[in-house]
T-cell receptor
Framework: EPEVTQTPSHQVTQMGQEVILRCVPI?????FYWYRQILGQKVEFLVS????????KSEIFDDQFSVERPDGSNFTLKIRSTKLEDSAMYFC????????FGSGTRLTVV | KNEVEQSPQNLTAQEGEFITINCSYS?????LHWLQQHPGGGIVSLFM???GKKKHGRLIATINIQEKHSSLHITASHPRDSAVYIC???????????FGPGTSLSVIP
């Protein structure tokens, strides 16, 4: 069964550094999403993406965040200047005939 | 007020017990997800429901749209069922998913 793939599974970065989290959605899906889960908290919506543009974003998704679908297969989340509070599990999801979550990237900002 | 609530927050069961986890939501939805999250953190989709009942192995999910309530049942529970179970609502097709707080299940041998 097709999967949503996320890389890396774990990333450690220094505060202030830029990070790019990568996702490969299911190939015929058209809707893409990023979610975040801070340790011990519930999963929160960050942003949805359709037709090469952001369709909705949450208050969390400020100017430090951006998303891109650079080559028609990857879907990336960039955090420009990481803060300690960006440490979380980041999940990608894609929607088409079904809604599928990736296995997540654990981001640790030190 | 949270749009998606779950109960109980934590649940400990003996192996073999029948388990029920409840979810209630306050918004109109097109579908509801039940998800499983193991300690490693990855999310696995168990069910997506828009009406009625679905069954997969020992797992059964039901939804009552009028009452805005869904339940996840696990029959003959096993220690490998230990995980966090999350209910998540989708208002419209292809909309973002609104997550509940999760129910942490521990099944003791």
């Amino acid at each position: 069964e097709p999967e949503v793939t996320q890389t890396p599974s774990h990333q450690v970065t220094q505060m202030g550094q830029e990070v790019i989290l990568r996702c490969v959605p299911i190939s015929n899906h058209l809707y893409f999403y990023w979610y975040r889960q801070i340790l011990g908290q519930k999963v929160e919506f960050l942003v949805s993406f359709y037709n090469n543009e952001i369709s909705e974003k949450s208050e969390i998704f400020d100017d430090q965040f951006s998303v891109e679908r650079p080559d028609g297969s990857n879907f990336t989340l960039k955090i420009r200047s990481t803060k300690l509070e960006d440490s979380a599990m980041y999940f990608c999801a894609s929607g088409g005939t079904r809604y599928t979550f990736g296995s997540g990237t654990r981001l640790t900002v030190v | 007020k949270n749009e998606v609530e779950q109960s109980p927050q934590n649940l400990t069961a003996q192996e073999g017990e029948f388990i029920t986890i409840n979810c209630s939501y306050s918004v109109g939805i097109s579908a509801l997800h039940w998800l499983q999250q193991h300690p490693g953190g990855g999310i696995v989709s168990l069910f997506m429901l828009s009406s009625g009942k679905k069954k997969h192995g020992r797992l059964i999910a039901t939804i009552n749209i009028q009452e805005k309530h869904s339940s996840l049942h696990i029959t003959a529970s096993h220690p490998r069922d230990s995980a966090v179970y999350i209910c998540a609502a989708m208002k419209t097709s292809y909309d973002k998913v609104i997550f509940g707080p999760g129910t942490s299940l521990s099944v003791i041998p």
